[in-house]
């Protein structure tokens, strides 16, 4: 069946750097430009993704999408994204006719859709190309998403993803077992970072909101992820809601222990399980399929 899906559009940068791989691996037309969105997309009814839902943060992208009168396919890629404008201007343009259609990839912005009525389809759509990420034996390292150096500073960045509360306490106990990417040392390539996992047997996300990326790489080579987010995927053992904040670190302790016992094991099974959660096939960029209400929930 003939993609009739070809366009992608993303003015949000705080997930601009996601949306070139994405367009890359489903063969999409990224546009990034304001000016040149709005021009191409005035007025035009050819079905467009929008990449990140984080039009609270961006005047130009709520201009463009309410300028464009095709099918919309909103691909949320967290909680940030249902912000309450941005949820009353997807409800008004359903209401008016035009398709709108929201993909949500977590737990929390699924049950928050579903309080709401909102048409939504539950989709893990690869963001990336993961081919590169292949079972290896596992290292005796934990895994912590040290920061993001575009959007805060290191200590900033840290913080919210619970390094002063949960992960200074564990590296008391684990030393350099706890390991992690500077994120002021500059950008590493997937090569690099293949063979930061490689040394791990475990990833520790406290939070649900940053590091879901990492959490599918590492997944892909067999590597569970400790969370109290993301609980439906298979890879994902849950944790209590306050280990960001440092709390339940003994049943913390017990969870990493527990998966301890996997070290030096090449986990297909992880990795498989967690293969088959991605969509692999394109059947998601026609129209049929959204056209689908069978595909759709409410």
Known sequence: MEREIKNVLCLAHQVEYFSHNFAKHW????????????????????????????????????????????????????????????????????????????????PKSLGALKERGMLHRELYIPLKDYSAYKPTKTG?????????????????????????????????????????VDPNGGPLNSTQMIELYSQCFVYLKPNTFGGATTMWELGYMGRRTISPGHVNLPHVIQSADDILYGGHLDDLIKLIEEESKHIGKIQYDVAESVKSCHIQDDSWLTLDFWNNWNNLKK
């Open 140 to 180: 005796n390292k934990i895994f912590f998403h040290g920061g993001w150096p575009r959007l805060n500073t290191k200590i900033n960045s840290r913080r919210r993803l619970g390094w002063d509360k949960l992960c200074a306490p564990l590296q008391e106990i684990y030393g350099d077992r706890i390991l992690y």
């Open 27 to 106: 063969n999409l037309h990224l546009t990034t430009d304001a000016n040149v969105a709005m021009n191409k997309y005035s007025g035009n009814r050819d079905p467009l993704i929008v990449f990140g839902g984080h039009m609270h943060s961006s005047e130009q992208l709520r201009k463009v999408v309410r300028a464009h009168i095709g099918p919309q396919i909103f691909l949320f890629t967290g909680l940030g994204d249902l912000k309450e404008p941005n949820i009353k201007y997807i409800r008004e343009r359903h209401w008016s006719g035009r398709p709108t259609y929201v993909i949500v990839q977590d």
